[in-house]
């Protein structure tokens, strides 16, 4: 295989990038910030404190996969190395995306226990060979992924396969696929390994994982988060739109993958930490013209619309510092003769309505 050819591949698949010099073509190197799993090291220009001659490090392989390794005293990495590690069946080919005493905060943060758990080790810096191999592996994934889908095809199953990962010695595959249903695919692994002479695993993603594999544009026209640059997921519940007064419209809230839109996590603490002194919007005002119930809440901009209950066309801006007031005059027992005079501008809700609902349209 021609090596442009060997390089797009690894482009696409393991985080690599062009580099444009001045009078020459691009060149596809592998650099880390070009790739969402890598980890910035913080700690890099601190030494290591003396240990028992074991070191840890963090290796990514394919977009969505990496673990913590162990390599002896001995070996010296460095990110951004391309190193051969145990696997099971073989040796598996990776990227080292962390060392040094950053890897054990890393291990601290997502609850790894070295004690605990068996770690695989570090065998070597990956030889000429053993990049050529990996190399000639990754070109095969695109290819491997078409013909797997058809054959899944004939045999009626309902799944549908995503991604196609092959280990670096090419004595393993591993396919990728979301299902509805439990699917019963024995019968799909002996025509995968008749067809493509390798061990076989299959793996079950998530909708969320399977958007992240795939890659696609957002609504906000950029690439989605989750292929890009996330690499854990967190919940995310109708309340953070709710909290940060968005409409709950199923159709705008929801990303490509059918759930709740990560990005309606990102700024939900702002909001939260702007809201703590607001009066609950359950309190109606009551006025000697009558009582008024919330309509809706202007956060950055402190305001906080109300209407009377027998006029709920027209809503009144008022700000939180003067609704406050309105509720210790109502906890004393005493009546505001109306709303208007603490407003600061009025609206009828279909005007205010179209507003709202262009300026929601505009963030998703």
Not at 199 to 213: F, L, N, P, W
Request: charged letters at 30%; one cysteine or more; hydrophobic letters at 35%.
């Amino acid at each position: 295989m021609e090596e442009s050819n060997k390089n797009k591949y690894i482009s696409a698949a393991r985080g690599c990038c062009a580099i444009h010099s001045a009078g020459h073509l691009p060149q596809r190197v592998n650099q880390q910030m070009c790739c969402k799993l890598s980890s910035y090291n913080w700690l890099a220009n601190i030494e290591e404190p003396t240990s028992s001659g074991i070191h840890y490090a963090e290796i990514r392989f394919k977009n969505g996969r990496k673990d913590f390794f162990y390599y002896p005293d001995k070996m010296s990495l460095k990110d951004g190395e391309i190193v051969a590690v145990e696997a099971s069946p073989g040796h598996d080919i990776g990227i080292v995306s962390l060392t040094g005493n950053a890897v054990h905060l890393q291990m601290k943060r997502k609850r790894f226990d070295p004690e605990k758990k068996e770690l695989k080790r570090v065998f070597r810096h990956a030889r000429m060979a053993d990049i050529e191999k990996w190399l000639d592996a990754l070109a095969e994934e695109d290819p491997t992924l078409r013909k797997s889908r058809v054959i899944a095809m004939n045999l009626g199953l309902e799944m549908k396969i995503n991604d196609v990962e092959y280990q670096g010695d090419r004595s393993k595959a591993i396919f990728y696929y979301t299902a509805n249903e439990r699917v019963d695919f024995r019968e799909l692994i002996k025509k995968l390994a008749e067809a493509f002479r390798v061990r076989i695993e299959m793996r079950q993603i998530g909708v969320r994982q399977e958007a992240a594999k795939l890659g696609s544009i957002g609504s906000c026209g950029r690439e989605l988060c989750c292929s890009s640059w996330m690499s854990s997921f967190h919940s995310v519940s109708t309340s953070s739109a709710r909290l940060q007064h968005l409409s709950l419209n199923p159709q705008k809230l929801a990303g490509q993958c059918g759930k709740l839109k990560c990005c309606l996590n990102y700024e939900l603490d702002t909001y939260i930490d702007a809201q703590k002194d607001f009066p609950d919007t359950k309190i109606k005002l009551k006025t000697k013209k009558g009582p008024a119930i919330h309509q809706k809440t202007d956060v950055f901009n402190r305001i906080m619309w109300y209407a009377y209950t027998d006029d709920s066309i027209n809503m009144m801006a008022i700000p939180v510092d003067k609704v406050k007031q309105i509720i210790d005059l109502n906890n004393k027992g005493k009546l505001p003769a109306e709303l208007e005079k603490y407003a600061q501008h009025k609206e009828q809700i279909d005007n205010v309505e179209k507003s709202h609902t262009d300026i929601a349209t505009s963030y998703f």
